[in-house]
Nanobody
Framework: QVQLVESGGGSVQAGGSLRLSCAAFGYTYSVYCMGWFRQVPGKEREGVAAIDSDGSTRYADSVKDRFTISQDNAKNTLYLQMNSLKPDDTATYYC???????????????????WGQGTQVTVSS
């Protein structure tokens, strides 16, 4: 079991920055991959970024070159640095953890078993 707690969401104007954090508790040493996902009402949850235990990363095309995922293994904390934010980035952001991934890949929500409660990010124009 892994428990995940996100923080760092808020409201920002377009072009601004935010950093999300996700603290992990419990059986964390077997986690293979962690990711950030986002969802707006009425739409499916989508993958934003993911990072393996070896540090390799994946990004959705919509956030590439603007967002950076990182992790501090000593603190069991996952981060998402979000720069050049756009109104389309407005969503509830979730972190997730997986002990292993299947064929759908790093940015597929169905590949992740453990989820945080979400943190709201609002970007105004």
């Amino acid at each position: 079991q892994v428990q995940l707690v996100e923080s760092g969401g808020g409201s920002v104007q377009a072009g601004g920055s935010l950093r999300l954090s996700c603290a992990a508790f419990g059986y964390t040493y077997s986690v293979y991959c962690m990711g950030w996902f986002r969802q707006v009402p009425g739409k499916e949850r989508e993958g934003v970024a993911a990072i393996d235990s070896d540090g390799s990363t994946r990004y959705a095309d919509s956030v590439k070159d603007r967002f950076t995922i990182s992790q501090d293994n000593a603190k069991n904390t996952l981060y998402l640095q979000m720069n050049s934010l756009k109104p389309d980035d407005t969503a509830t952001y979730y972190c997730a953890a997986s002990y292993g991934l299947g064929p759908r890949g790093h940015l597929a929500p169905s590949e992740y078993k453990y989820w945080g409660q979400g943190t709201q990010v609002t970007v105004s124009s």
